[in-house]
Structures are given as structure tokens and as C-alpha cells.
T-cell receptor, first 111, second 116 residues
Framework: QKEVEQNSGPLSVPEGAIASLNCTYSDRGSQSFFWYRQYSGKSPELIMF????GDKEDGRFTAQLNKASQYVSLLIRDSQPSDSATYLCAVYNTNAGKSTFGDGTTLTVKP | SAVISQKPSRDICQRGTSLTIQCQVDSQVTMMFWYRQQPGQSLTLIAT?????????ESGFVIDKFPISRPNLTFSTLTVSNMSPEDSSIYLC?????????????FGQGTRLTVV
């Protein structure tokens, strides 16, 4: 089992729809959770981070964390073609001092 | 946000040779990180470069293969030694956001390495 697993892609949604990206992790000691967006040929850029259970909203993006279920998700509302990218889930365990990235989910938003 | 300059942006190298990748940050940072991203895969941390001490390598990565220098708080190099086609990958340097961990990070633009 991978330490961080993301829903296999590619994921395709029509413009204006909600895109839902999911991530599960195996290390219960994980404390910080991050979503990065990576356009093809570019380096990752941080778009959301969440530390506490519940929802965190930033514009069209909502991160959801459920530590009991070891689950973190990213919702993108009103998806735009410019959201088409690979989204990487990253999990950091402060005590272990290590970070782990998922394999990413490629999202395509069709006009 | 930090500005990270990484070079070269890409290179094609012969097997058996070595390539040194440079990473320059526009502000002083305690930790710098080197990642590898193989085609179609996610980021794997190679090592943490700390100024004034030896780099800390992750499981599966060794200093002889990936020597790292960190001469000051704004600069680091990663060398990929004795390259083979399996080393073809994107190599990224990263620095933490202020007060952040190494996953809450800024990334350089990456070095796309092809070994032939």
C-alpha cells in the first residue's frame, strides 16, 4: 500500500462543474496536508493547505480533511479549462520529519 | 514568496557522466530540498541540504550517487553522478515557505535530465 494514494485519473469534467479530487494516507501521525497544482512541464505550486479537520475554503477551492478516516480532498467549484493540470496531494508528519507526495490526479476541464 | 532559480533547465547527457544542478534562492533559507520526479510519477525527496552540515538523504538515495553542496544560505547544488538512463527525470529544488514545513514549499522550475 502506498503511503499517499490519490484517485486514479485522468479525471474529466465539463466547464462549470465541480471537480472532486481525493487522497488517502496511511500514516496516522500525519499532521499537515497540502494540495499542489502542476501544469504540464512546470513545477508544482501550492494551492491549498489544511491542518484541522473540516473544510477550508479559498475562492473556488475547498480542502476537506477527515483525520479519523485518513482522508483529504480538494473540491474545485465552477471548474475552468485553466484548472486542467495534475493535482498532487502531499502529507507531512512533523514528528517523523518526512513528507510524502501522492502520484497525482490529472484533471481535464472541457469547454 | 521566494524566487528560486534553477539551472540548467534541461540537459541531455551521456551515460557514465555527471551533471551538477544549481539552485539559487533570493533569500536566506535554512533548509533546501532536492526532489526527483520521474516520468508520470510524483515527487520523491532525495535529500535535505542544510547549510553547515552534511545533507540528509532519504532511503534509496546515497551521497556517492547524489552529492550535494550547500556553501551558504542561498545556494545549493545537486550532482547526479555516473548517470544511467534510469536517472532520466526532472530534478527540483525546493525551499520552505516562511514558517512552513518542507511540503509547504516553493519549487524551482526544475531540470529536465535525459540520459542517453
Amino acid at each position: 500500500q502506498k503511503e499517499v494514494e490519490q484517485n486514479s485519473g485522468p479525471l474529466s469534467v465539463p466547464e462549470g462543474a465541480i471537480a472532486s479530487l481525493n487522497c488517502t494516507y496511511s500514516d496516522r501521525g500525519s499532521q499537515s496536508f497540502f494540495w499542489y497544482r502542476q501544469y504540464s512541464g512546470k513545477s508544482p505550486e501550492l494551492i491549498m493547505f489544511i491542518y484541522s479537520n473540516g473544510d477550508k475554503e479559498d475562492g473556488r477551492f475547498t480542502a476537506q480533511l477527515n483525520k479519523a478516516s485518513q482522508y483529504v480532498s480538494l473540491l474545485i467549484r465552477d471548474s475552468q479549462p485553466s484548472d486542467s493540470a495534475t493535482y498532487l496531494c502531499a502529507v507531512y508528519n512533523t514528528n517523523a520529519g518526512k513528507s510524502t507526495f501522492g502520484d497525482g490526479t490529472t484533471l481535464t476541464v472541457k469547454p | 514568496s521566494a524566487v528560486i532559480s534553477q539551472k540548467p533547465s534541461r540537459d541531455i547527457c551521456q551515460r557514465g557522466t555527471s551533471l551538477t544542478i544549481q539552485c539559487q534562492v533570493d533569500s536566506q533559507v535554512t533548509m533546501m530540498f532536492w526532489y526527483r520526479q520521474q516520468p508520470g510519477q510524483s515527487l520523491t525527496l532525495i535529500a535535505t541540504a542544510n547549510q553547515g552540515s552534511e545533507a540528509t538523504y532519504e532511503s534509496g538515495f546515497v551521497i556517492d550517487k547524489f552529492p550535494i553542496s550547500r556553501p551558504n544560505l542561498t545556494f545549493s547544488t545537486l550532482t547526479v553522478s555516473n548517470m544511467s538512463p534510469e536517472d532520466s527525470s526532472i530534478y527540483l529544488c525546493s525551499v520552505p515557505r516562511a514558517g512552513g514545513t518542507n511540503t509547504e514549499a516553493f519549487f524551482g522550475q526544475g531540470t529536465r535530465l535525459t540520459v542517453v
